[in-house]
């Protein structure tokens, strides 16, 4: 038990510190600026949107009222000659299309045939999901207009053709005048009233769509307008402008979530996504610039409430038109509003710091009103996720969640991309993805085993070590035997050796030999011709041999020196000594040192 505690101590010395997994944190915004983590997270969800209006417009033929007409002319001649106006015939034409267009219908007549032509107008404006089966939210002025705004529209869209016709005949017999660009427009001023005044428009029809990508994803020429029901419409500003729509069998879309109008006060910064008219409304852009929404920042700068008391938040984020209906986020990607006017100047151009956001708070009122539920579905979660490993440079754990994304919602318009560029930092070596927790258990369990197995071999080793026979030290006094008689000599005769201590036991006393160099003293003793006889008396024994100086004569009480005779060897102490070796050496390499017995 002991053994396995210090290696589970060593293990956990050992092993580095666990990283956290890639998405312990799916919400946390990654060291990115907060407009990057923004635009990526919410561009899903922002969808651009169109209303469409289709009609019949007729118009009925004119013609000029000549009793009128000759009014208008002596008025003109009389004019000249008071000096009201110059006598050049250009002057007297300018001041006569002059009058006719400020009082059309009285010098103008309509008549038969009436003319027709198809004619479509309609808007663009942006909306946004926010439910996965298709609810979206945008403004109520994006999917309806008023009467007057609606037969302005059509009579710019479809009468610009009868307009030009009609003031070309009117200037016709004028000669040179015809082609005078300050009475063209005058003559052209005429008729654009009179048309637009008499115009009629029939088989009115109304449509709403979304434009939504094809499956594969891009924001691209592959989309397609899908149509959208229209299921609830408030007021246009400065009321709730608020409408809701409903686009038919979806599921897993990307949305994005509400927040609360406390999120956010005077002086926070505030993000508005759209698709800015200058932007849909321009032929040199290409169709993927067209269908990508843009985002601006800026200042909540304060909270306004109209004559009718509903509150509207002003901000200095830039706004265009085809913004409307966008929503509008704090720093933590809630939204907090939707944008839904801004001040234009006379010629039409917006003028920024001058935005105005209708609250979340109105919105979830509506949204109450239809019991539609903001939700979220498993396809922003995942994206989400991933998004945040993608910008932490953890590549290997992002495009799994991505290809989740996919296969959940094959239409989403950016996830293709962000596989493609995981891939690509993966096999440029860019991935910076932690191993997982369960990795590094495995990898420190396998270390605490090894450790383990370590321990229970040296206490195996030692076991066997001491289950071996003694070795005798070659220490004097371990075991030893009565010295010699010789050692009993004159110094001069005996020149011993230091003891060497034998394997076993004496039985009997050692002897020397005499003058002759033959004979033995007792069992022990040694046998004629130099043999030691066997302890036990048997033959004799090679290994008991006496020293080849003996033999060739010389000393024979020098010669027989205790020093010269080793005992007999043991085939253990081979395997024993080979034995303390591998023990040694396996104590050196765990940091040990060998015992000393």
């Known amino acids: 038990m002991r053994v396995a505690a210090g290696a589970a101590v060593v293990a956990a010395v050992m092993l580095p510190a666990l990283p956290a997994a890639a998405d312990d944190s799916p919400d946390e915004r990654p060291d990115v600026p907060v407009g990057t983590w923004l635009a990526a997270r919410t561009q899903p969800a922002v969808q651009l949107t169109s209303f469409t209006y289709t009609a019949t417009v007729s118009v009925p033929s004119n013609t000029i009222n000549e009793a009128a ?182 599921q897993n879309l990307p949305t994005v979530p509400l927040g609360d109008d406390a999120d956010v006060r005077t002086g926070d910064t505030l993000y508005i996504s759209g698709f800015p008219g200058l932007v849909t409304n321009t032929p040199f852009f290409s169709l993927e610039s067209k269908l990508e929404p843009a985002l601006t920042e800026g200042p909540y700068n304060a909270k306004r409430t109209t004559q009718t008391g509903v509150p509207y938040i002003q901000t200095q984020a830039p706004s265009y038109h085809g913004n409307s209906g966008g929503p509008v986020f704090s720093k933590d990607g809630k939204v907090v509003g939707m944008l839904i006017a801004g001040t234009v ?122 289950s071996q026979p003694a070795v005798i030290s070659p220490q004097p006094g371990y075991g030893a035997v009565p010295p010699p008689p010789w050692q009993q000599l004159p110094a001069a005769q005996a020149q011993l050796s230091p003891p060497v201590q034998p394997m076993y036991p004496a039985q009997g006393q050692y002897g020397h030999n005499g003058s002759d160099g033959h004979g033995g003293y007792g069992p022990g003793g040694y046998a004629a011709g130099g043999h030691a006889a066997s302890p036990h008396g048997s033959a004799p024994d090679d290994r008991f041999q006496q020293p080849p100086h003996q033999q060739a004569g010389g000393d024979q009480t020098r010669s027989v020196r205790y020093g010269q005779f080793a005992p007999p060897s043991d085939p253990r102490s081979g395997q024993v000594a080979d034995l303390e070796r591998q023990i040694a050496d396996l104590q050196r390499r765990l940091g040990d040192q060998p015992p000393n017995s």
Request: aromatic fraction near 8%; hydrophobic fraction near 40%.
């Open 69 to 250: 007409y000759n009014q208008i002319v002596q008025e003109a001649v009389a004019a000249v000659q008071s000096g009201k106006i110059s006598s050049d015939e250009r002057s007297i034409g300018k001041w006569v299309f002059q009058q006719i267009a400020a009082n059309v219908d009285t010098y103008v007549s309509a008549t038969t045939p009436m003319r027709t032509v198809e004619a479509e107008v309609g808007g663009m404006c942006t909306g946004w999901w926010v439910t996965p089966d298709g609810y979206m939210v945008t403004g109520a002025h994006c999917v309806q207009i008023g009467d007057t705004e609606l037969s302005q529209l059509f009579a710019q869209q479809a009468l610009a053709k009868f307009n030009k016709k009609d003031a070309k005949e009117i200037i016709s017999g004028l000669g040179d005048l015809k082609n005078d660009e300050e009475i063209v427009k005058l003559a052209q001023q005429i008729y654009v009233t009179f048309n637009s005044t008499h115009m009629q428009l029939g088989n009115l029809k109304q449509s709403l769509s979304v434009m939504q990508s094809l499956p594969g994803g891009g924001v691209d020429k592959t989309a397609k307008a899908v149509p959208a029901e229209l299921v609830s419409v408030g007021e246009s500003y400065p009321g709730k402008d608020f409408a809701l729509l409903k686009v038919n069998g979806q």
């Open 345 to 466: 100047s006379e010629g039409g151009e917006a003028s920024e710091s001058e935005s105005f956001v209708l609250p979340v708070g109105i919105i979830k009122e509506k949204l109450g009103e239809k019991n539609v539920k903001p939700a979220q579905a498993v396809t922003t979660t995942r994206y989400n996720e991933a998004l945040n490993d993608f910008f932490r440079r953890y590549y290997s754990a992002a495009l799994p969640k991505f290809r989740e994304v996919q296969a959940l919602f094959p239409n989403h318009p950016y996830v293709a991309k962000y596989i493609s560029d995981s891939q690509q930092a993966i096999s440029a070596g860019k991935d910076e993805t932690p191993k997982p927790i369960l990795m590094w258990v495995l990898i420190g369990g396998g270390v605490l085993l090894l450790l383990v197995l370590v321990a229970v071999l040296v206490k195996v080793l030692r076991g066997r070590r001491r």
